[in-house]
């Protein structure tokens, strides 16, 4: 496992570069754009700075992998940039993997925030020791319509502030109600949220502790069927699975098919833990009823849990955990270190 580095916190009134290594926003969706950059300034005190991919054609950028590596190896190089944030995720960040240079990144640790396809940056960052954050993208948890959820506000600030995020709390609300970007005066309302019934823990009943590994389900897929930038499975042991799906909404059955793969791959008895997200289980094309949601999230939790009871029972499973594509979130830190109890049922990131 490589020597960890947290890079530095950000200040107040500090540069952060915007960037889109994965997709960016569509022509119609500007307004949401702009409300990000607005949030950054007005709720966090920061100095947004547009670097190239961040307002390109959508098309442009997935013709040019090389331009999205380039913009966020400029903004790890530049001194007067605090972090590098995100548009939002997308689908083939993978490409961009080959024309990135690890020696710049590793020599110029800086907080990188992003999530959904951007795991692939964050193991990335991984690979070369230096922590990045999953969460606070500019389109997403900038840009949530109505009001900033206040949880959002107190840990997108210490991801941003703090040099370590310290005991992660759950929510007591969330939704995973996609937006309308289309209409402009949607922004104004919130989307529909739900009480949350708390987060589920499954499995070992003793503390661990270990190193954050993860992301999204689906881009940790296509991780491994490429099997060029996973670290050694040794690096793994003892560390803590972060996981969680996409607003595609995957069959569990295909979860859990993937997931038994890795364990006859023998990977997954190398984690003592496992941080599953709250699954969103609607999106823009498939706005489910909410009994639906309800058992879909209930057979992704028993199809998670029948795997690891079979190739890692003494692991501890903590679901509905508040980072991925339901709202509000934590920017958890990949590579940071997180201590698990269950029998006080807390999280702690150190």
């Known amino acids: 496992m490589p020597d960890f580095v947290t890079p530095p916190p950000v200040e107040r009134g500090d540069k952060v570069a915007v960037v889109a290594p994965a997709s960016t926003n569509p022509e119609f969706a500007s307004h949401v754009y702009e409300l990000g ?9 920061l100095e947004p700075v547009e670097y190239p991919t961040a307002t390109a054609d959508p098309e442009w ?12 190896m400029d903004a790890f190089r530049d001194p007067d940039i605090s972090a590098v944030v995100a ?26 925030y992003g999530w959904s396809d951007n795991t ?41 502030f703090d040099d ?24 104004e309302e919130r989307r529909e949220i739900e009480e949350s019934d708390g987060r589920v823990w ?21 991780q491994f069927l490429a099997d060029r930038y996973v670290p050694d499975e040794r690096e793994l042991d003892g560390a803590i699975l972060a996981l969680e799906t996409s607003e595609g909404i995957p069959n569990p059955d295909f979860v859990k098919a993937n997931l038994r793969a890795l364990g006859e791959r023998g990977l997954l008895e190398r984690f003592d833990g496992v941080l599953v997200g709250r699954a969103a289980a609607r999106s823009h094309l498939e706005d489910n009823p909410p009994e639906w949601r309800a058992d879909y999230r209930d057979r992704q939790r028993d199809a998670i849990t029948d795997v690891f009871e079979t190739y890692n029972p003494d692991a501890v499973l903590v679901f509905d955990c508040e980072f991925g594509h339901t709202y509000p979130t934590c920017p958890i830190p990949i590579g940071g270190e997180v201590d698990v109890d269950p029998a006080s049922e807390t999280i702690r990131f150190q």
Request: aromatic fraction near 12%; hydrophobic fraction near 35%.
């Open 61 to 72: 950028l997935a013709d040019n992998p090389e331009a999205r590596a380039e913009d966020v």
């Open 87 to 112: 548009n939002i995720g997308g689908h083939d960040q993978i490409r961009v993997l080959p024309y990135l240079d690890a020696d710049v990144l590793r020599e110029h640790p800086t907080r990188f």
């Open 202 to 222: 499954r499995g070992g009943d003793d503390p661990v502790s270990g190193r954050v590994w993860g992301g999204c389900y689906e881009t940790l897929v296509e």
């Open 120 to 160: 692939n940056l964050a193991l990335f960052l991984w690979n070369q020791g230096v922590v990045s954050y999953y969460g606070g993208s500019t389109l997403t948890e900038y840009a949530m319509d109505g009001e900033l959820f206040e949880y959002t506000r107190e840990y997108l600030g210490r991801a941003l």
């Open 164 to 187: 370590v995020i310290g005991e992660w709390t759950e929510a007591d609300v969330f939704t995973d109600e996609a937006g309308d970007w289309e209409d402009p005066e949607a922004l």
């Open 37 to 45: 950059l607005q949030r950054m300034r007005e709720a966090f005190d």
